[in-house]
C-alpha cells in the first residue's frame, strides 16, 4: 500500500470508529492486516476479520483475521456489536448481496451496527487515474460491478435493518452508512 492508500484507508476508519461502543466485539469484512482493530485499541473486546486477499490467518491478543470470503467464512458465535465493511459492498456481486445481509442479521446483536463506507460511482475513474500516475495500489479496482452507493439503502433494508446515519465524505466521493439491526 502506499502512502495514499494509507491516507484513505484511515480516513474511513476514522469514520467508521465514531459508530463502534466500548468493549464492543466487532467482525470487520475487508480486514486486510487487522488495522482497524488496531486503531479500536481499548475498545475493542474480542475481533473477527476476514480477509480475501490473505495468505495465512493473522492472530492477535483480541481478535483473528482469517482467509477468505464473508460470509462463507465467519465467527461460529453469534451476539457480535458491529460487523464492518469498508470499501467492501461494492465488490460484492449482486447475486452475493442478499446472503451477505442475511449473514449480517444473523451474527449481530438486537439493535447491533452494520457500517459501510461505499465510494461513489466517479470514484473509479478517479483512482484509476492515481494508480496510473503509482500514487495508489488501487486495490481491487475491477471488481466494483458497478455499484452505486444508494442500492446499499436496498441490501440492508427493513424489516431487517433500519438505517441510522447516512454521511457523505472525502470531498462527497464516499458515502458512510450505518444501519442498525432491528
Same mark, same amino acid.
Given at each position: 500500500?502506499?502512502?495514499?492508500d494509507?491516507?484513505?484507508?484511515?480516513?474511513?476508519?476514522?469514520k467508521?470508529?465514531? $459508530? *463502534?461502543?466500548?468493549?464492543?466485539?466487532?467482525? +470487520?469484512?475487508?480486514?486486510?492486516?487487522?488495522?482497524?482493530?488496531?486503531?479500536?485499541?481499548?475498545?475493542?473486546?474480542?475481533?473477527?476479520?476476514?480477509? #480475501?486477499?490473505?495468505?495465512?490467518?493473522?492472530?492477535r491478543?483480541?481478535?483473528? *483475521?482469517?482467509?477468505?470470503?464473508?460470509?462463507?467464512?465467519?465467527?461460529?458465535?453469534?451476539?457480535?456489536?458491529?460487523?464492518?465493511?469498508?470499501?467492501?459492498?461494492?465488490?460484492?456481486p449482486?447475486?452475493?448481496q442478499a446472503?451477505?445481509a442475511?449473514?449480517? $442479521?444473523?451474527?449481530?446483536?438486537?439493535?447491533?451496527?452494520?457500517?459501510?463506507?461505499?465510494?461513489?460511482?466517479?470514484? +473509479?475513474? *478517479?483512482?484509476?487515474?492515481?494508480k496510473?500516475?503509482?500514487l495508489?495500489?488501487?486495490?481491487?479496482?475491477?471488481? $466494483?460491478?458497478?455499484?452505486?452507493?444508494?442500492?446499499?439503502l436496498? *441490501?440492508?433494508?427493513? #424489516?431487517?435493518?433500519?438505517?441510522?446515519r447516512h454521511?457523505?465524505?472525502?470531498?462527497?466521493?464516499? $458515502?458512510l452508512?450505518?444501519?442498525?439491526?432491528?
Open positions: 500500500m502506499t502512502f495514499l494509507r491516507f484513505l484507508q484511515n480516513w474511513r476508519m476514522s467508521a470508529l465514531d $459508530h *463502534v461502543g466500548p468493549k464492543a466485539r466487532v467482525i +470487520d469484512v475487508g480486514a486486510h492486516q487487522g488495522e482497524l482493530f488496531d486503531k479500536l485499541g481499548g475498545k475493542l473486546l474480542k475481533g473477527f476479520g476476514v480477509e #480475501p486477499l490473505l495468505t495465512a490467518p493473522v492472530q491478543a483480541s481478535y483473528v *483475521v482469517q482467509p477468505g470470503f464473508f460470509p462463507t467464512v465467519r465467527p461460529r458465535e453469534s451476539e457480535w456489536d458491529a460487523i464492518t465493511m469498508l470499501a467492501v459492498l461494492e465488490h460484492v449482486r447475486s452475493q446472503d451477505l442475511q449473514a449480517c $442479521h444473523d451474527l449481530l446483536t438486537k439493535d447491533g451496527r452494520v457500517i459501510i463506507t461505499v465510494p461513489s460511482h466517479a470514484v +473509479d475513474y *478517479v483512482l484509476s487515474v492515481l496510473f500516475m503509482r495508489i495500489d488501487g486495490m481491487s479496482l475491477e471488481e $466494483h460491478f458497478g455499484f452505486e452507493p444508494e442500492e446499499t436496498r *441490501v440492508f433494508a427493513p #424489516p431487517r435493518f433500519r438505517l441510522i454521511q457523505r465524505f472525502q470531498l462527497g466521493l464516499n $458515502h452508512y450505518v444501519f442498525a439491526k432491528n
